[in-house]
């Protein structure tokens, strides 16, 4: 169990974190109210556009709640809270990662092709040049099975060129692509393109149904019986947010998305079927995917309802000179005077991996651990003079780096809960990927935070710190990281990421949240 570190407070009592109670009575709302309040969150927005003029504190002097709690939220809170205290940090286990990675050194002898194709000898020499490349620099090269799997596709990619029709660089990426379908890390790339599917969530929402002792039920008493290809209720019905804020379950289900929004998606969800006592039957139609379109803005602070809100769409060198970052960072010491706060990570895709731990570090007034540790086989070094420049002092104190023979280890710090009083609430969606999930892992060690939206992009196995192989012949450039992230078992996947306390369709996650904190806060 985590250690409970009390830090001192002087603003309004209020809780909320993560978890999945076994058995909740729901928060039933009269549905006009409900639609009342939504269409006032609508009208009464403050948008980006309109607040970016002013400054933190002339947004904040709108931000009246008083931040008392409903009995719902207080009995929610306590589930969440002790479902993210529950969460066991791994110890830290070197196994083989800094064991000498040396690989037979290759020839790059041959002729280039005046035609711009490629023949069978140069692409095998760029195929020994990347797997040389991978050995030595590759931080998940063992967790993906060491020379034993290595090899064996070193020489299936060979086997496949000999066989090719067509010996051209943009036949030699397929082939790449294909053989490397095992390697499941997000940061892993051949040409910007991954070798794993982002696992999203699709949902029925036609029907809200709610969890009692008697199973999953609708409003109206019809209880749930089966549902046709579905063993496991639990794991088909999530804990939901409709987008008027009320807590409810609905079915949720996964599938590969595409990138981009222009991208045709593969998975198509199948309607559901469910079968109710005495003998009713319902068919259900999953909503279709919708992406959150990241714009121009990096950082915003603004409010909605009376709800403060940081938006922030990178995570940008505050000390390389990031103005947003540097301004997010600040947002830490005006958020924590409020009882209630939101983070908009819907639209982040990453960046500086440091500064999850100098914000949360400015909030909770302490430092807040990971759940995680990392493993490096290299130094990570910047200049004090570059752009993305990170101090010493802030990898060794903030991410408790420490250098071994042949490499580093960072995220030490023991396992801890942080205690405090206001209410935390994280926006997430599948774009939500990297150092952004380092915030969201590290938000569970929080007290009193919520996680609301879809779960996160499954970035943060491997990391990104700059290796970019070009392959000489070919010309292909093939990107991965030095390191490896180690999780509690069961706590993250890459392609599916973190899950969230309360799921919700990312489009709307921030008016439903607003919505649900007026249901449950004065």
């Not at 699709?202 to 409003?219: H, N, R, V």
């Not at 005006?334 to 731990?357: E, F, W």
């Not at 206001?422 to 060690?445: G, P, R, W, Y």
């Not at 899950?499 to 919700?504: G, I, M, Q, S, V």
Request: proline fraction near 4%; include cysteine; glycine fraction near 6%.
């Amino acid at each position: 169990m985590k250690h409970k570190i009390k830090i001192l407070v002087v603003t309004i009592l209020c809780a909320f974190m993560v978890g999945c109670a076994q058995s909740e009575q729901p928060v039933q709302q009269d549905a006009q109210k409900a639609q009342t309040q939504q269409s006032e969150v609508k009208e009464d927005t403050q948008t980006a556009e309109q607040t970016q003029k002013e400054t933190p504190e002339e947004v904040l002097q709108r931000c009246t709640l008083k931040g008392e709690w409903s009995p719902e939220l207080t009995k929610l809170m306590e589930t969440i809270n002790a479902e993210h205290q529950a969460i066991q940090k791994p110890e830290v286990e070197y196994g083989d990662f800094f064991q000498p990675r040396v690989s037979e050194s290759v020839d790059i002898s041959a002729d280039v092709s005046p035609d711009g194709g490629l023949t069978i000898q140069q692409m095998e020499i760029d195929t020994d040049y990347l797997f040389a490349e991978l050995k030595e620099r590759y931080g998940l090269y063992f967790y993906f099975g060491g020379d034993e799997v290595f090899d064996k596709t070193k020489e299936k990619i060979k086997e496949d060129c000999r066989t090719a029709e067509n010996l051209t660089p943009e036949t030699y990426q397929q082939i790449l692509l294909d053989n490397f379908s095992f390697i499941k890390d997000f940061h892993f790339n051949i040409e910007k393109n991954n070798t794993i599917d982002r696992q999203a969530p699709f949902f029925y929402t036609e029907t809200a149904f709610f969890k009692t002792a008697q199973g999953y039920q609708t409003l109206d008493g019809r209880v749930v019986v089966s549902v046709e290809g579905y063993d496991d209720l639990d794991q088909l019905f999530k804990r939901c947010l409709s987008r008027e804020g009320e807590i409810v379950y609905y079915p949720v289900v996964f599938g590969a998305i595409k990138l981009k929004q222009d991208e045709e998606d593969e998975f198509i969800p199948n309607d559901l079927v469910v079968h109710y006592e005495k003998g009713k039957i319902e068919s259900l139609k999953a909503e279709p995917y919708q992406r959150v379109e990241k714009d121009e803005t990096i950082f915003n602070l603004y409010e909605n309802q009376n709800v403060p809100i940081a938006l922030l769409n990178r995570f940008g060198f505050d000390e390389g000179g990031d103005k947003d970052a540097q301004n997010f960072l600040s947002s830490a010491d005006l958020l924590k005077k409020q009882p209630v706060s939101m983070i908009d990570l819907r639209k982040n895709g990453g960046g500086n991996g440091a500064l999850p731990y100098k914000w949360f570090y400015s909030y909770a007034g302490q430092k807040v651990p990971s759940n995680f540790y990392s493993l490096s086989i290299s130094e990570k070094q910047s200049s004090p003079a570059g752009s993305y420049y990170i101090s010493d002092k802030t990898m060794n104190e903030m991410c408790d780096l420490q250098s071994v023979e042949g490499g580093t280890i960072s995220d030490t710090a023991e396992d801890q809960f942080v205690e405090q009083d206001q209410l935390l609430i994280l926006l997430t969606s599948k774009n939500s990927a990297s150092s952004t999930e380092c915030f969201v892992d590290m938000a569970h060690n929080l007290e009193n935070t919520l996680i609301i939206g879809e779960n996160t992009c499954g970035c943060l196995l491997g990391d990104s710190w700059g290796i970019d192989v070009k392959l000489p012949y070919s010309c292909l450039s093939v990107g991965f990281g030095h390191s490896i992230h180690v999780f509690p078992e069961g706590y993250f996947e890459e392609g599916y990421g973190f899950e969230p306390d309360l799921w919700c369709p990312a489009v709307y996650a921030e008016e439903a949240a607003v919505n649900f904190v007026h249901r449950m806060m004065k």
